[in-house]
């Protein structure tokens, strides 16, 4: 069955870097398109970052253009996000999941996901 697992969160001060990571299993993983998503506490899950299946394009919210970098290992079946300056906005739950494009919008492939990362940005 489908696996995501996330891992790499932390404490971070204020204008520091952090990278996630997703490993996934239980679908070809080089088909699909990934995602990234955080949910802040009281808050509904947002889409941050997406990346095309063999990475050849990319999407960011708006609040983290040119702060944060998606990639992913096709040979690894993971997926990356890179997060520089961070902000105490950031702070969240950080989830993946594939990704499934339409019209102008992304949405989430699979209904499960993992457990997620807690990233903390706070001095």
């Known amino acids: 069955q489908v696996q995501l697992v996330e891992s790499g969160g932390g404490l971070v001060q204020p204008g520091g870097s952090l990278r996630v990571s997703c490993a996934a299993s239980?679908?070809?993983?080089?088909?699909?398109?990934m995602s990234w998503y955080r949910q802040a506490p009281g808050k509904e899950r947002e889409l941050v970052a997406v990346?095309?299946?063999?990475?050849?394009?990319?999407n960011y919210t708006d609040s983290v253009k040119g702060r944060f970098t998606i990639s992913r290992d096709n040979v690894k079946n993971t997926v990356y996000l890179q997060m520089n300056s961070l902000k105490p906005e950031d702070t969240a739950v950080y989830y993946c999941?594939?990704?499934?494009?339409?019209?102008?919008?992304?949405?989430?492939?699979?209904?499960?996901w993992g457990q997620g990362t807690q990233v903390t940005v706070s001095s």
């Open positions: 239980g679908f070809t993983f080089s088909s699909y398109a």
């Open positions: 990346i095309t299946s063999a990475g050849s394009r990319t």
């Open positions: 999941n594939a990704a499934v494009e339409a019209g102008s919008r992304w949405y989430n492939r699979f209904g499960s």
